[in-house]
């Protein structure tokens, strides 16, 4: 009965001194309890903000990436922009200065205008003079040509009265250059003389025999009868003539 009661009493000793610590040990397991769930908040809230922040992250990314093409694409427009300005520009100064140049042809025209009207004289008539001046232009150059042409006549009329007389060694016939060789400027069938485009620049000599030829074919001869810088007249041999002498036949020393 004694031992019952004391193992009785063991057991309620041992019931108080659990008791006594479950109320102590307790709090301590809820604290523990609660960190444990606090830091799995915690780590859900850090994984949360994590993935927010990834995807920021590739959102900036991606912001940046189009920024950078945004940026490369407004530069190449941008460089476009300022080399069309240029272009514009440009083409401002240039007409710009045309501008200025049929501005003054302007006042010079109308300054030359203002002229005509204090002297009287219309554009008609300035053409009128123009037509006059060329017309004047025209004869005297036909002069001219009269007066070469009634010169090379004088000459061999000269030299024809020489030949007569017996005074200009016609019989002298110099050498003219080895491979001499000419062309037929004018013609002038009714007093039978050439004018060739050699003269003393080539070593053309008065009295000189020279072939004509067309297209390899002998037409005649010619003797030089006055010899200039470029250019030398001479008369048709009669003996020689095989065909009619023309402007562009070729001349040569045999």
């Not at 960190?35 to 992250?57: C, S, Y």
């Not at 401002?92 to 300054?111: F, G, I, P, V």
């Not at 050439?194 to 020279?210: Q, R, S």
């Amino acid at each position: 009965m004694l031992l019952r009661i004391c193992l009785i009493v063991a057991i309620l000793g041992a019931g108080a001194v659990v008791a006594v610590n479950f109320v102590m040990v307790k709090p301590a397991v809820e604290t523990v309890i609660q960190d444990r769930a606090t830091q799995k908040e915690g780590k859900e809230a850090a994984q949360k903000d994590l993935a927010t922040a990834k995807k920021d992250l590739t959102t900036a990314r991606t912001t940046l990436t189009n920024t950078t093409k945004t940026l490369a694409t407004t530069k190449t427009e941008l460089d476009a922009a300022k080399n069309n300005a240029q272009a514009l520009e440009a083409k401002n100064t240039a007409l710009t200065d045309q501008l200025a140049k049929a501005t003054a042809n302007n006042e010079k025209s109308e300054a030359l205008l203002e002229k005509w009207n204090q002297m009287k004289i219309t554009p008609k008539d300035v053409v009128a003079l123009q037509d006059n001046l060329k017309k004047i232009a025209m004869a005297r150059d036909g002069a001219e040509a009269e007066s070469k042409l009634f010169s090379t006549q004088l000459s061999l009329t000269q030299d024809e009265l020489n030949r007569l007389k017996g005074t200009n060694n016609v019989n002298e016939v110099p050498p003219l250059p080895a491979g001499l060789k000419g062309r037929v400027l004018a013609v002038d069938p009714k007093y039978g003389f050439v004018v060739l485009n050699i003269g003393n620049d080539k070593g053309v000599l008065t009295n000189g025999i020279m072939m004509v030829s067309r297209e390899g074919t002998l037409i005649g001869k010619v003797q030089i009868a006055g010899v200039e810088d470029a250019q030398s007249v001479a008369n048709i041999l009669p003996a020689w003539r095989r065909g009619e002498v023309m402007e562009g036949d070729d001349v040569f020393c045999n």
